[in-house]
């Protein structure tokens, strides 16, 4: 049978077992057609990284928290925790493709991306940590999340490219991973285009990442530059998730494109503003997913910040098995979207 799940120091698990196992992770202790899979959401303090831009791509970190302007549902929102050019510890998994169309190029995409962990955790916050995960058709947690880049460099030397592509599953299940982590939290794919291979539809993933409150960062290796020997479609996917989640998508190629590229990730993560409101008047739907939007005053700035978050709801979800609480200081749960790709 082929393979494709979540691997974890060396086990590998088969379709069928890796949707057992995504149900694990949520606390099943059943049969998994028993059992409807929950999502835990927090509604208390909503936290947004955002990031700034002036009309030339430049950074802008010099920004004030009269400045910004949070709208949940359409309602405005008050600022009640700001922090420009924040120093919240970061949480990192970094997911490696490596599908047998990657086979020659990877020793070129590990040693760029060995010099962007260096240069990301040789400076900042001590707490920063990075999780190394690989993927072709199955997804494996290489290390766990810590400061120590001598251990993701000698799981580099690892990496074999083999198999088909089982990207939106990854995401998924990397983004379980963060959710518990405290401070900011950042999913980098280095991939050659779409997805072949997983059970978990794009919109799954992307819906994880949010629930997470994960940034996404795909770094599309493009080695053919003529749109038709491309996976276009696969790259507008990736694309619109890292718009959703407020990150930003890089298409280098080999050698000092993708170096630019990795370099480009740290000087945004140096330059994100955290900004967090506690909801208030916020008009509620039967949608667990509340819309946001991040402002600022003058019109020659554009910021990137996720789309919105999983909160309250007006009593039920579509999901007939959902159970959505609508009281802001208790954990709910949402069923996760489960239809297939």
């Given at each position: 049978m082929a393979?494709?799940?979540?691997?974890?120091?060396?086990?590998?698990?088969?379709?069928?077992?890796?949707?057992?196992?995504?149900?694990?992770v949520f606390g099943a202790g059943a049969v998994?057609?028993?059992?409807?899979?929950?999502?835990?959401?927090?509604?208390?303090?909503?936290r947004?990284?955002?990031?700034?831009?002036?009309?030339?791509?430049?950074?802008?970190?010099?920004?004030?928290?009269?400045?910004?302007?949070?709208?949940d549902n359409g309602v405005k929102q008050e600022v009640a925790v700001f922090e420009r050019q924040t120093e919240q510890p970061l949480s990192i998994a970094l997911l490696?493709?490596?599908?047998?169309?990657?086979?020659?190029?990877?020793?070129?995409?590990?040693?760029?991306?060995t010099r962007f962990l260096r240069a990301l955790l040789g400076e900042g916050n001590p707490k920063d940590a990075v999780s190394l995960f690989s993927f072709n058709s199955d997804v494996t947690q290489l290390t766990g999340y810590s400061h120590n880049v001598a251990q993701v460099e000698r799981s580099?030397?690892?990496?074999?490219?083999?198999?088909?592509t089982a990207l939106y599953d990854a995401i998924y299940l990397v983004s379980e991973s963060l959710e518990d982590r405290q401070g900011r939290k950042v999913i980098v794919v280095v991939t050659d285009g779409g997805d072949?291979?997983?059970?978990?539809?794009?919109?799954?993933?992307?819906?994880?990442a949010q629930l997470a409150d994960a940034v996404i960062y795909p770094v599309v290796v493009?080695?053919?530059?003529?749109?038709?020997?491309?996976?276009?479609g696969g790259e507008h996917v990736l694309a619109f998730m890292a718009e959703r989640t407020g990150g930003r998508t890089f298409l280098p190629t080999l050698g000092a494109q993708l170096d630019k590229a990795f370099a480009d990730i740290i000087s945004e993560l140096r330059t994100q503003y955290l900004i967090g409101f506690y909801p208030h008047n916020t008009p509620l739907t039967r949608d667990p997913f509340h819309r946001l939007q991040v402002r600022v005053q003058s019109p020659e700035l554009q910021v990137s910040a996720r789309n919105g978050y999983y909160g309250e709801a007006e009593g039920r979800a579509a999901?007939?098995?959902?159970?959505?609480?609508?009281?802001?200081?208790?954990?709910?749960?949402?069923?996760?979207?489960?239809?297939k790709k």
């Open positions: 393979k494709s799940g979540w691997k974890e120091t060396g086990i590998v698990t088969s379709r069928w077992r890796s949707r057992l196992a995504v149900a694990a998994l057609a028993q059992e409807t899979p929950v999502i835990r959401v927090q509604v208390n303090l909503v947004v990284i955002a990031t700034v831009k002036d009309t030339a791509g430049k950074l802008v970190g010099a920004l004030q928290k009269d400045d910004f302007e949070v709208y490696i493709d490596i599908s047998g169309s990657t086979n020659k190029d990877l020793k070129y995409e590990t040693d760029s991306a580099f030397k690892m990496l074999r490219g083999e198999g088909g072949t291979y997983s059970s978990k539809s794009d919109k799954a993933a992307l819906a994880a493009v080695p053919i530059t003529n749109d038709a020997g491309r996976n276009t999901e007939p098995d959902a159970k959505i609480s609508v009281t802001p200081d208790k954990t709910t749960t949402v069923a996760p979207d489960r239809k």
